[in-house]
């Protein structure tokens, strides 16, 4: 199914595509034996995890508060500014870490 997806991005979008996985989800071993079984059809290979991932999240939404338009709604948190995202970080990646543990079961 794979090497299916790929072909049709690289022939509708004329470009290589760069592959994403999560070292810390349990089927991590099977993403990258996909991937590196691709390897020549692909541009890259990117390896997360949900540290870095939360990380990224982090950065970007402290980005969209500079404008001070930006409201977001994270996990039943209403996040207007840095200082409400500093608030409710800790909460919002327990919420996320929960979820997953569920879906991992």
């Known amino acids: 199914m794979i090497e299916e997806i790929i072909s049709f991005i690289r022939i509708e979008e004329g470009v290589k595509p760069i592959l994403y996985f999560n070292l810390d989800y349990k089927d991590s071993k099977l993403w990258e034996s996909l991937m590196y079984n691709q390897i020549r059809e692909i541009k890259g290979v990117e390896i997360t995890s949900i540290d870095e991932g ?42 996320d870490e929960r979820k997953r543990n569920k879906k991992n079961k």
């Open 54 to 95: 939360n990380r990224m999240f982090y950065k970007n939404l402290t980005e969209s508060f500079k404008s001070g338009k930006g409201v977001h709604y994270i996990s039943g948190y209403k996040i207007k500014n840095k200082r409400d995202l500093d608030k409710y970080w800790d909460k919002i990646k327990e919420k």
